[in-house]
């Protein structure tokens, strides 16, 4: 049997409505002062366990439910309203528990009523005329919400699944795109580049120029096409990305940690941070002969610097196009990006929190 989730406590403080059982005698009914003292300590300690259900998960919720019933117990021949609470204890036994334990529970709570008033003084005729089905009917009420709730957590399952579905299917569709386009580009390349060259052996720059510009061509439309492809890409979401960049360094034999919270941010500040640290990530496994790379997270007031540091050795850096188009990529949502080179290389990545304007 699947888990269930917390109450929803929206409504907890109109349904203590139902404790008009118990109210209803301090007001018609004469009592001593520590009769008084009493009831108004039980009714204390009975709302310390009703919210407390309310915020406890499913597993833990029988210490509750075992509170109030105690306290509903030990006040009855003092209040016999009591029985409200006992109907509390009802219903978050219906919602708790499997058919088999709720009949089993249900039993012994209406056998103790029966036990309180074969065995006390309760002067109160109805205790048990209204208390049984009472208490039985608020049970019923706890079922329904179970079923309830259920029924979310099965929608959501299904959404989650649809989800899952829509982006396995996304993800053969770009497999395929990237099949078919670089498949067709490259073959094309290569024949590109072996004209080129034997036009060039036999000393025909002009026509070898004229390749080299088809070739440059065909390239460029080819990123246009991956591009154009990969747009509608939808990632798991910045820690999932994170994870699995971690998971590739370590694949490649570095010692990879990760340090600092992982900010919320909006969806295309989000998508540039995750492609630039991809792009990052697999410059640090082609080009670092270190072993150790940190990923940090800083939040410093409203700006917020991502770090990716490897321990490799240290030369001079030659920032080619993908260093360039990074800095771009994070120009666009308002960031920068500096290399610095300090036992090892660090990117360092720096936006505003909130889009600006």
């Known amino acids: 049997m699947a888990p269930l989730t917390k109450l929803d406590s929206k409504l907890s403080w109109v349904y203590l409505i139902n404790l008009i059982f118990y109210i209803i005698p ?26 407390q259900a309310y915020r406890c998960n499913r597993r833990d919720i029988h210490w509750p439910i075992a509170g109030i019933v105690l306290v509903a117990a030990l006040i009855t021949p003092v209040n016999p309203g009591s029985v409200s609470m006992f109907a509390y204890a009802g219903f978050f036994i219906g919602f708790a528990y499997a058919l088999r334990r709720y009949l089993v529970l249900m039993t012994l709570l209406l056998a103790l009523l029966v036990l309180l008033k074969l065995t006390l003084t309760i002067h109160w005729n109805l205790f048990l005329v209204m208390g049984l089905p009472i208490v039985l009917a608020v049970s019923f009420l706890g079922r329904a919400e179970q079923a309830k709730l259920r029924h979310r957590m099965a929608e959501q399952q299904s959404e989650d699944e ?55 061509q065909i390239a460029r439309d080819a990123l246009s096409q991956v591009r154009q492809s990969v747009s509608g890409y939808k990632h798991q979401g910045l820690a999932a990305e994170v994870a699995r960049l971690l998971s590739r360094l370590r694949d490649a034999g570095f010692h990879a940690v990760l340090q600092g919270d992982m900010p919320q941010l909006d969806a295309r500040r989000e998508t540039a941070l995750i492609l630039a640290l991809t792009e990052l990530v697999t410059n640090v496994i082609r080009h ?42 994070i120009a666009a949502i308002g960031g920068t990006l500096a290399m610095q080179q300090h036992d090892g290389v660090t990117a360092r990545i720096q936006f505003p929190l909130q889009e600006h304007a």
């Open 162 to 216: 649809i989800k899952q579905l829509a982006t396995m299917v996304e993800r053969e569709r770009i497999a395929r795109d990237m099949h078919d386009i670089l498949g067709h580009t490259l073959s094309s390349i290569i024949l590109k580049a072996d004209l080129t060259e034997k036009l060039l052996a036999r000393q025909h720059t002009q026509a070898a120029q004229q390749q080299l510009t088809e070739l440059s």
């Open 26 to 51: 301090l007001f018609t009914v004469r009592f001593a002062l520590w009769q008084y003292i009493s009831m108004a300590a039980a009714l204390l300690l009975f709302l310390l366990c009703y919210f």
């Open 288 to 329: 670092s002969k270190g072993d150790s790379c940190s990923l940090s997270f800083l939040q410093q007031g409203d700006e917020f610097t991502v770090y990716l540091s490897d321990n490799g050795q240290t030369s001079d850096i030659k920032e080619g196009n993908g260093i360039s188009g990074l800095r771009e990529r």
